[in-house]
């Protein structure tokens, strides 16, 4: 069962930022909001993950809200090999048999030209 | 220089075979995962093991047995296959419990 609710679908133009939305309102303590994708016909990628602070790395910034009940993935210039499903994931933070991940639906993102 | 490598990527056989589905791991990782993405994109755990001992166990059919040989390698296993185990398998590791999971290509096994 995901603990989270994602739009289903969103677009954006090439070059713009994308902003992706996430509601967890259910989150606890020690869990943490992680980003994954998956582009057409591919394994699930990595994006990046927080506990409370906002974080960015090399591919995406993460917004996480001061009551840690949604959050914001940002893609800064999305371009065409963004289009893919975005999934937002609560995790368990004390490893073990809490280190599986539940996916959702997931957001549809779609770059347009 | 792939890092969770599976083979095959395509696996096409009948209805009441058995087969194996292989995974490994160059990132020197101690967990290790099976999930299963059925038709409708759903994407679910199925096994994980952590240096070699299973920690996770979801409600999947005894006919899927996962055999992890040593670290870098876990394998799945599948007895008498039905048709609703058409899906698409993915093997996924990660350092330890708490870090990131690194997915594989999947392998896209259909049934006949």
């Known amino acids: 069962d995901a603990k989270t609710t994602q739009p289903p679908s969103m677009d954006c133009a090439e070059g713009r930022a994308a902003n992706l939305p996430c509601n967890h309102s259910t989150i606890s303590g020690n869990e943490y909001v992680y980003w994954y994708r998956q582009i057409h016909s591919q394994g699930p990628q990595y994006i990046i993950h927080g506990l409370k602070n906002n974080e960015t790395n090399e591919m995406a910034s993460l917004i996480i809200t001061e009551d840690r009940k949604s959050s914001t993935l940002i893609l800064p210039h999305a371009t065409l090999r963004d289009t893919a499903v975005y999934y937002c994931i609560v995790k368990g933070g004390l490893g073990g048999a809490n280190s599986k991940l539940t996916f959702g639906k997931g957001i549809t993102l779609s770059v347009r030209p | 220089d792939t890092a969770v490598s599976q083979t095959p990527k395509y696996l096409v056989t009948q209805m009441g075979n058995d087969k194996s589905i292989k995974c490994e791991q160059n990132l020197g990782h101690d967990t290790m995962y099976w999930y299963k993405q059925d038709s409708k994109k759903f994407l679910k755990i199925m096994f994980s093991?952590?240096?070699?001992?299973?920690?996770i166990n979801e409600t999947v059919p005894n006919r899927f047995s996962p055999k992890s040989p040593d670290k870098a390698h876990l394998n799945l296993h599948i007895n008498s296959l039905e048709l609703g185990d058409s899906a698409v398998y993915f093997c996924?590791?990660?350092?330890?419990?708490?870090?990131?999971?690194?997915f594989g290509d999947g392998t896209r096994l259909s049934i006949l």
């Open positions: 093991y952590n240096n070699k001992e299973l920690i």
């Open positions: 996924a590791s990660s350092q330890n419990t708490n870090q990131p999971q690194h």
